[in-house]
């Protein structure tokens, strides 16, 4: 049973930037596709970023493209978010996923089996 806990969430300024880290435990990190999804208030949870188990394939929404940069450390069994020029439209509660190996780019919820408990963030105007 994989646990993945994430930190790092807060309230930003318009402009500013985030990192979330998301630290996994209970299985072979090596193995898993890790991914970010995100859930502003009255809105359905949202597909942000994945990364392949190796590293060495990302994918974004268009939303985030270009700001958000995802990235793991296997030797810390994490995953990170590093969050740049953010937007209010980026407030939600982000929550970190993961699957065992490789699927192809997996932009749904019901892909992913494990889940964290998620961090909000909160960007002012």
């Known amino acids: 049973q994989v646990q993945l806990v994430e930190s790092g969430g807060g309230l930003v300024q318009a402009g500013g930037s985030l990192r979330l880290s998301c630290a996994a435990s209970?299985?072979?990190?090596?193995?898993?596709?890790m991914a970010w999804f995100r859930q502003a208030p009255g809105k359905e949870r949202e597909f942000v970023t994945t990364?392949?188990?190796?590293?060495?394939?990302?994918n974004y929404a268009d939303s985030v493209k270009g700001r958000f940069t995802i990235s793991r450390d296997t030797a810390k069994n994490a995953v990170y978010l590093r969050m740049n020029s953010l937007k209010p439209e980026d407030t939600a509660v982000y929550f970190c996923?993961?699957?065992?190996?490789?699927?192809?780019?997996?932009?749904?919820?019901?892909?992913?089996?494990?889940w964290g408990q998620g961090t909000q963030v909160t960007v002012s105007s």
């Open positions: 990364i392949d188990p190796s590293g060495g394939y990302t």
């Open positions: 996923a993961a699957n065992e190996g490789w699927s192809g780019i997996l932009v749904t919820q019901i892909a992913y089996k494990y």
């Open positions: 209970g299985g072979t990190f090596s193995r898993y596709t």
